[in-house]
C-alpha cells in the first residue's frame, strides 16, 4: 500500500482536478472549485510552514551568533570569519569558472563568502544589542546565581519534603485522639450539668 504523504494527497488532488477540467457539467464544475479551494489552500499552508522554517533558521543562526559574540567577544569572532574567508578565498582560486562541476562550487564557496562577510558586518551591531562581550565579574555573578538557584531550589524541595511528613504526623495524631478528646469533653459537660441539678435542689445559687 502506498504511504499517505502530503505529496501523494497532492499528486492526486491534481489529478482531480484536471479530470474535472474538462467536464462542463454543473456538478462537476461545483465541484472542480471546491477542490481548487482547497488546494489553494493546502500552498498557502505549505508557503506559511517555508517562511517559518525559514525564519526559524534565520533566528536561530542569529541566536548562535550572540551566543559566540558574548562568549569571545567580536575580536576573536571576526578574526577566525576573516580566517575563514580567507580559506574559501583559496578554494575558489583552484577552481575553473568554465567547468561544470566547478561552477556549482564555486557557487557554494561565493554563498558561504556572502554569509561571513554580512557577519562581520553585523557583528558590531549585534554586540551593542546584547551589551558587549561578558566580562569577568558578569560571568561570576551569572554563576553564583547559578549555584544560589540551583540550591534553592533543593531547599525548596527538601522542605517541601518534611512539611508533607509533618501534616501526614498531625493528621494521624489528629486520628488517634480526636475522638477521645470530643469523649471528655462531653463527659465533663455531663459531670457540669449533674452538679447544677445537686446545687439547685440544695436551694444555692450559682
Known amino acids: 500500500d502506498e504511504k499517505v504523504t502530503a505529496a501523494v494527497i497532492k499528486k492526486a488532488l491534481k489529478a482531480e482536478i484536471d479530470a474535472l477540467k474538462g467536464d462542463e457539467g454543473e456538478s462537476a464544475r461545483k465541484e472542480l472549485r471546491i477542490l481548487q479551494e482547497q488546494d489553494t489552500a493546502i500552498k498557502a499552508i505549505e508557503k506559511r510552514i517555508k517562511d517559518a522554517k525559514a525564519t526559524l533558521k534565520q533566528k536561530t543562526g542569529e541566536l548562535e551568533l550572540k551566543l559566540q559574540l558574548k562568549r569571545t567577544g567580536g575580536d576573536d569572532f571576526m578574526a577566525e570569519n576573516r580566517e575563514l574567508i580567507r580559506q574559501v578565498d583559496g578554494q575558489l582560486s583552484g577552481l575553473d569558472a568554465g567547468n561544470k562541476a566547478d561552477k556549482k562550487k564555486i557557487n557554494a564557496l561565493n554563498k558561504d563568502k556572502a554569509t561571513l562577510e554580512e557577519r562581520i558586518a553585523r557583528t558590531d551591531a549585534l554586540l551593542s544589542e546584547i551589551g558587549g562581550q561578558l566580562t569577568e565579574e558578569e560571568a561570576r555573578r551569572l554563576i553564583q546565581k547559578k549555584i544560589y538557584d ?38 465533663r459537660e455531663a459531670t457540669r450539668e449533674m452538679l447544677d441539678g445537686f446545687v439547685s435542689r440544695l436551694g444555692y445559687l450559682l
Do not use: H
Open 150 to 187: 540551583i540550591a534553592n531550589g533543593e531547599l525548596e524541595r527538601y522542605l517541601n519534603a518534611e512539611k508533607r511528613l509533618l501534616i501526614r504526623g498531625v493528621e494521624r495524631l489528629w486520628d488517634k485522639y480526636a475522638l477521645s478528646g470530643r469523649e471528655l469533653e462531653a463527659e
